[in-house]
């Protein structure tokens, strides 16, 4: 069942990458077609302690509610309802997430997730975790963050800025994915920019789950938009790849100015619109390989469509952000073989970012030399 690789490649890195990829499919295809397995960060929960990722016997530790105080709805969604709010002992602003009916089970999922990746590179920071005394509703506090709706800011966005923020949310990526967490939501609503700062938070993780290697994971998880390939064929062997996929939609609405680049009606629809631009021969490649099957619902919808160049939705508006290297990392992103997806840490070190990896080493060796300067002058006075 293993198909041959594409082993084309537009510079040494990509064909360093695409021969790994080849490697490790032919060590996948030994094992079985049906086998899927990360290919990064695959045994981080088995080599951590149990408590680490046993959410369902997580004791929570239940803080004061009368610290906070609700000042207005922000937001809401299918399972809570967001508050801006105020933290009456310190004066300060936070975000209060009142979460909706649901099994507990999901909630200690969340609050799990959210503590064990505390203090993590750009994810949202949780602050408390209250619960009202008599309906018992929990709420989980966080961190506030100035966000602009990304509607309103993602037009104003220059090319730079994409590059800058897209590096930003691969930090958080990363850094869940390397602590055995898949986000499983990644979209622009869970993206927070506070762009004066320059600041991303990745929020949400009510959908987030631990990965085990050979589990199979609900299929109903992400925003239609955003779903992988693998959900809407029902392969529930995956991955941290996922929200490479989600990132990848959100990254060719970004460049593309197309919100949302892939707008299905319906999960069936959606698989039709990607097939659309992805093509179906090489979709069947993808079923053919992990040995899936289409529902038969799709006989009549799906078609016969050839594979589009991504030069086909330039135009003269988006023309100023789509470079030739942003649509090489847009292709690594978007590939229906989750296995041949970009990993979070190889998509930092793709050539689209070069002149974000630049400017963040400016300003690092900006900020030794000025702390050098600072010890030399203190040194001097002492």
Known sequence: ALRSCDLRATSAAGGV?????????????????????????????????????????????????????????????????????????????????????VKKKKIKREIKILQNLSGGVNVIQLLDVVRDPQSKTPSLVFENVNNTDFKTLYPTLTDYDIRYYIYELLKALDYCHSNG???????????????????????????????????????????????????????????YSLDMWSLGCMFAGMIFRKEPFFHGHDNMDQLVKIAKVKGTTELFDYLTTYDLELDPQYDGLL??????????????????????????FLDGLLRYDHQERLTAKEAM????????????EQKNRAASS?????????????
């Open 17 to 101: 990458r695409e021969t790994v990829l080849f490697l490790w499919k032919l060590w996948a295809g030994d094992r079985g077609s049906r086998m899927s397995r990360a290919r990064v960060y695959a045994d981080v929960n088995e080599t951590r302690p149990r408590e680490y990722w046993d959410y369902e016997n997580l004791t929570v530790t239940w803080g004061e509610q009368d610290k906070y105080e609700v000042v207005r709805k922000i937001g809401r969604g299918k399972y809570s309802e967001v508050f801006e709010g105020y933290n009456v002992s310190n004066n300060t602003k936070c975000v209060i997430k009142i979460l909706k009916p």
């Open 303 to 328: 078609g016969i469509h050839a594979k589009k160049p991504w030069e086909k939705f330039i135009t003269n508006e988006n023309k100023h952000l789509v470079t030739p290297e942003a649509l090489d």
């Open 181 to 239: 967490i898949m986000h499983r939501d990644v979209k622009p609503h869970n993206v927070m920019i506070d762009h004066e700062r320059r600041q991303l938070r990745l929020i949400d993780w009510g959908l987030a789950e631990f990965y085990h290697p050979g589990r199979e994971y609900n299929v109903r998880v992400a925003s239609r938009y955003f779903k992988g390939p693998e959900l809407l064929v029902d392969m529930q062997e995956y991955d």
């Open 370 to 382: 000025h702390g050098e300067e600072i010890t030399s002058v203190s040194d001097l006075s002492s």
């Open 349 to 360: 070190r793709h050539a689209y970012f070069q002149p974000v990896r630049e400017a963040e």
